[in-house]
């Protein structure tokens, strides 16, 4: 290699070098969502809210907190957690970064039209929810969601609050539209036996429910289900037609759920339950059962 060859090989390396070190510095800087987080742990806890139904005793709910922390530059730090007490735990999490007061108040808004309400709670409140359902989970060997930033909810508090499903008497696993539930079922079995917990089918409670309806004294809100209501399942996907009116009406309305759990509603009702029928069996001729199935948001 002559002079000039070995100067140009010198200068790449040293190119080559430079990049390394850069990058090695900048992986040492603390990512905007670190900042927060650093900037935010220095405040108390401010505004909290919790969800409606977190008292029920009947059925545990899930459970979605929102928490705020305030900011040196007069926004907050908003995050959430979407809690499942019985099982799971910290099921869902998600940081809002630093927003202020007005976006606050949206959030709560869009959450209590989910939950159908939110309450404003306690800090200690929010934060005795949070770690139960923390400390059973792992219990059962299950993380929390991989956005769950804890401490924007710590630091945990020396004495939780005693809080409905604090202590669940054995576990109660209710299937979500995204859960993978062959793992979870396999993982609750390793833990606590076969008959060690309880297994809800979200289809069957909502029949319950709608059965609850039927039998309502005033017939108000009573729901009847056509006889054509029925399953269809074709390469290993089943997809339930659901068929019914309300008994003060006589038009038929036709949806359609699969079997992630998301449901597809035809906008206009028909007129009889046969054509809602010929509707549904259409659009999966047309569609596949694959294009009746709702994508997870």
Same mark, same amino acid.
């Given at each position: 290699?002559?002079? !000039? &060859?070995?100067?140009?090989?010198?200068? !790449?390396?040293? =190119?080559?070098?430079?990049?390394?070190?850069?990058? &090695?510095?900048?992986?040492?800087?603390?990512?905007?969502?670190?900042?927060?987080?650093?900037?935010?742990?220095?405040?108390?806890?401010?505004?909290?809210?919790? *969800?409606? #139904?977190? *008292?029920?005793?009947?059925?545990? &709910?899930?459970?979605?907190?929102? @928490?705020?922390?305030?900011?040196?530059?007069?926004?907050?730090?908003?995050?959430?957690?979407?809690?499942?007490?019985?099982?799971? #735990?910290?099921?869902?999490?998600?940081?809002? #970064?630093?927003?202020?007061?007005?976006?606050?108040?949206?959030? @709560?808004? +869009?959450?209590?039209?989910?939950?159908?309400?939110?309450?404003?709670?306690?800090?200690?409140?929010?934060?005795?929810?949070?770690?139960?359902?923390? +400390?059973? &989970?792992?219990?059962?060997?299950? *993380?929390?969601?991989? +956005?769950?930033?804890?401490?924007?909810?710590?630091?945990?508090?020396?004495?939780?609050?005693?809080?409905?499903?604090?202590?669940?008497? =054995?576990?109660?696993?209710?299937?979500?539209?995204?859960?993978?539930?062959? %793992?979870?079922?396999?993982?609750?079995?390793?833990?606590?036996?076969?008959?060690?917990?309880?297994?809800?089918?979200?289809?069957?409670?909502?029949?319950?429910?709608?059965?609850?309806?039927?039998?309502?004294?005033?017939?108000?809100?009573?729901? @009847?289900? /056509?006889?054509? /209501?029925?399953?269809?399942? /074709?390469?290993?996907?089943?997809?339930?037609? %659901?068929?019914? =009116?309300?008994?003060?009406?006589? %038009?038929?309305?036709?949806?359609?759920?699969?079997?992630?759990?998301?449901?597809?509603?035809?906008?206009?009702?028909?007129?009889?339950?046969?054509?809602?029928?010929?509707?549904?069996?259409?659009?999966?001729?047309?569609?596949? @059962?694959?294009?009746?199935?709702?994508?997870?948001?």
């Amino acid at each position: 290699m002559d002079r !000039r &060859a070995k100067q140009l090989e010198k200068k !790449r390396k040293s =190119r080559e070098l430079a990049k390394k070190k850069a990058k &090695a510095q900048a992986a040492k800087r603390p990512s905007p969502l670190e900042l927060l987080v650093r900037s935010a742990s220095r405040a108390e806890l401010a505004r909290c809210f919790v *969800s409606a #139904g977190w *008292s029920e005793l009947e059925m545990p &709910a899930l459970v979605q907190l929102l @928490v705020t922390r305030p900011l040196p530059n007069g926004d907050v730090a908003a995050a959430t957690v979407l809690v499942d007490r019985t099982c799971l #735990g910290v099921k869902d999490a998600h940081v809002f #970064g630093s927003v202020d007061l007005r976006v606050v108040d949206e959030l @709560v808004e +869009d959450f209590a039209e989910v939950h159908g309400g939110m309450e404003e709670c306690e800090a200690l409140f929010a934060q005795s929810i949070v770690f139960h359902a923390l +400390d059973y &989970a792992r219990a059962l060997g299950f *993380s929390p969601h991989e +956005d769950f930033v804890a401490e924007l909810f710590g630091p945990r508090p020396e004495v939780l609050l005693d809080t409905p499903w604090s202590k669940p008497g =054995r576990p109660i696993y209710v299937p979500g539209p995204r859960d993978d539930s062959r %793992r979870i079922l396999t993982r609750l079995t390793l833990a606590v036996g076969v008959d060690g917990f309880e297994y809800f089918d979200q289809r069957e409670l909502d029949d319950e429910e709608d059965e609850e309806l039927q039998d309502d004294d005033d017939g108000e809100h009573e729901i @009847v289900h /056509s006889a054509l /209501s029925q399953s269809v399942t /074709s390469a290993g996907i089943t997809l339930h037609i %659901r068929i019914y =009116r309300s008994v003060s009406e006589t %038009r038929w309305i036709l949806e359609v759920e699969d079997h992630l759990g998301g449901s597809t509603v035809w906008d206009e009702p028909f007129s009889t339950e046969q054509a809602a029928l010929d509707a549904a069996l259409q659009a999966i001729d047309e569609e596949g @059962v694959q294009g009746l199935v709702v994508a997870p948001e």
